[in-house]
């Protein structure tokens, strides 16, 4: 229907070897956000949609809101509608309010959807970003931490 070409052959199979190479370093636990999130040059991006970063809505944790010092980036901003990602200076226009800072630490619910601003912020040429795996649904079953709700500042 997007006039993208078409076969019917299929290609033979290869194989081959894949070997994982994790970097510890592009990620960060609580333990590291609590240190860092209210650091300068710190920005921790909350990726999930604006109604659960404000706390409106919550269908997964026990818990609604946010981080606090977390700013709203929704993941689903960097791609169109289609669901192919936007173009790298679409990505960069996206990231500029950010793209000095000393390091980016990114979370979602679960640690899954954050991956799709980090492969955006690495288009944009933001280098700085490590990722929270254990992301919102981590943070919010400590019962201690803060829980930050409502409209980013």
Known sequence: ALGYPLTSSQPRAREGTFVPQSDPDCLVDIEGVQARKDQPGVILVDSREAERYRGDLEPIDPVAGHIPA???YPWQAVSTLEGTLRSRAEQQDHWATIQQAEEVIVYCGSGVTAC????SLEIAGIKTAKLYPG???DWCSYPMLPVAVGEQS
């Open 70 to 72: 977390a700013v709203n």
């Open 116 to 119: 799709v601003n980090l492969l």
């Open 135 to 137: 992301s919102w649904s």
